[in-house]
């Protein structure tokens, strides 16, 4: 089969892409950082890698999983593994930044992003919401990791709506492995 335009249609096809106005695409974002800034804002979230539960339910299964990958660049966390709610949560960093994506399981993608490790808190604040159903709709806006100890730590989310607090939950979480 011979799926070759007749000369006539690709030289107007060639004319009409050789004319267009557009400007063309920005080339990738380059950010500078420094290097001791992002390992001191990363390496509490690298310390996190294994098998948590929650220590408010001491009959409850695995409550979360973090794993680093992509040459300790980035930590995926995994929200109740193999249940029905599953929900994955990706950490990487963004020049002095740290940008997370919560895949949730009510299907919005909300990113957010923490600038500073502040005592032993770090909070990610809303930068955006990925497949948003309706303005009204209820989004996790807000997350706040504080590192207790090696072997705890608490998340603090607050879900938004329009901007403002919905609901607030805390997950206190205690490595098992």
Known sequence: M???LPLT???LLLAAACSTTSTPAAGPRVVSADPAAREALFAPLRALEGRWVNEDDPE???AAEFGVGSAGSALREIMFPGSAHEMTNMYTLDGDAVVMTHYCASGNQPH???TALEGNRMTFRSTGVSDLNAADEVYMGEM???FVDADH???HWSALEQGQVDHAMVFRLRRVR
Do not use: D, I, K
Request: no cysteine.
């Open 2 to 4: 011979n799926f070759a």
């Open 9 to 11: 249609a690709s030289l």
């Open 60 to 62: 409850a299964t695995v």
């Open 112 to 114: 957010m992003r923490a």
């Open 144 to 146: 706040t990791l504080v």
């Open 153 to 155: 730590v608490e998340q």
